[in-house]
């Protein structure tokens, strides 16, 4: 009889404590301390700028702190769109 409970507190232990364990290991792997920038990828660059101008992508550049996006706008004109590479705002379009 004493090793049925035996057996059974280890598997209540596995089935409902180990598991919330695990997962609080695996949330503080992806912990990021604030003061860490974030940057935006490429593809959201390229993604916000074609948002605020629609056309055709034609090159992507990234510079320190910034992307530089070269879009065939839909009028026939080539536009470049400045993205902030931290914040994702548009900094400026020509």
């Known amino acids: 009889m004493m090793t049925y409970r035996y057996c059974l507190v280890i598997a209540i232990f596995f089935l409902f404590i180990m598991p919330t364990a695990t997962l609080a290991q695996k949330d503080s792997l992806y912990y990021q301390p604030s003061n860490q920038h974030m940057e935006i990828s490429q593809q959201q660059a390229v993604t916000i700028a074609q948002q605020h101008i629609p056309g055709r992508l034609l090159s992507v550049q990234r510079v320190p702190d910034s992307y530089r996006v070269k879009i065939l706008s ?20 020509h």
Not at 81 to 93: E, F, K, R, W, Y
């Open 74 to 93: 839909n009028r026939g004109t080539v536009r470049i769109v400045t993205i902030n590479a931290n914040s994702g705002a548009v900094i400026a379009t």
